[in-house]
């Protein structure tokens, strides 16, 4: 398809915006998507081609948060190789298996993982709830998340932040630090997949990823200023704000 010079500049808009969004609430897919179809894409072209730019949004992101990743490498070595088999398990079932397969549980774990946000600082005062590094199972929660982001992705970061506070014990600004990395790995992985298979739209990757970098640059910066309390709950609001919205598609929609 070709893009016009008024998509381009959208494009390079909603990138910008999502990307601050992303870093802020890990919500970008719901300002970059509504915009790829906005411009003319088919669903599925959009969402691969979404996926593809979103790479763009965690390299800003990372290079933005620099003094939040110190000393958090040997664990993002490790769990990156989580991200990326779980991203692309996610990409390979996207392309075989239909979408409701994951919209039906969408608005439950988006739910579930937004209230956990809110309630973590309560719960880990409890032995039981303290992160508790890389085990069986807060692995397998993070390569579950890391599926979930390469097939569906609607408010993935929500549930990334939720299975990284099990294993990195760091301040929330941190943890969505170390989840804007490992987040790109998991899309990185699948849109390796989605450019060898998959319809990607390579005009309108560029001007969204673009604007998807610069956004995840500043988002680090935005975030800091943030009280950590608000910032927990900025998450928590937007994550039931989101899994509202998707139950009542899913589940009461005709």
């Known amino acids: 398809m070709d893009i016009t010079p008024t998509e381009i500049l959208a494009l390079l808009a909603a990138g910008f915006v999502g990307g601050i969004v992303s870093v ?13 179809l906005a411009v003319g894409l088919p669903p599925v072209a959009a969402n691969v081609t979404n996926t593809v730019a979103l790479t763009f949004n965690s390299i800003g ?8 990743l110190q000393g958090q490498r040997p664990t993002l070595r490790r769990l990156a190789i989580l991200a990326a088999a779980g991203g692309a398990s996610g990409a390979a079932l996207l ?34 709830f303290q992160p508790r590094g890389i085990t069986p199972v807060t692995a397998g929660a993070y390569f579950g998340t890391a599926v979930y982001i390469g097939y569906f992705g609607a408010a993935g970061g ?3 932040i ?14 969505n630090a ?16 989605f450019a060898l298979f998959g319809p990607v739209e390579w005009a309108f990757v560029v001007p969204l990823a673009v604007g998807l970098f610069f956004g995840g640059l500043a988002g680090p910066w935005l ?7 608000f910032f927990r709950a900025l998450i928590g609001v937007c994550g039931l704000g989101v899994s509202a919205a998707l139950a009542i598609g899913t589940y009461g929609g005709g």
Do not use: C, H
């Not at 802020?24 to 790829?36: E, G, H, M």
């Open 158 to 160: 929500i549930l990334a």
């Open 24 to 36: 802020l609430v890990s919500l970008a897919s719901l300002v970059t998507y509504p915009a790829l």
């Open 61 to 68: 992101a990372t290079l933005g948060a620099r003094p939040e």
């Open 162 to 175: 939720v299975a990284l506070s099990s294993i990195i014990a760091r301040p929330l600004i941190d943890v």
């Open 223 to 229: 975030a800091r200023r943030l009280p950590p309390a």
């Open 95 to 128: 392309l075989v298996l239909p979408d409701r397969w994951f919209e039906l549980v969408a608005p439950i774990l988006i739910a579930g993982a937004s209230v956990m946000v809110v309630v973590q600082p309560q719960l880990q005062r409890r032995e039981r």
């Open 178 to 193: 170390a989840k804007a990395v490992l987040s790109g790995v998991a899309n990185g992985a699948a849109a390796i997949g």
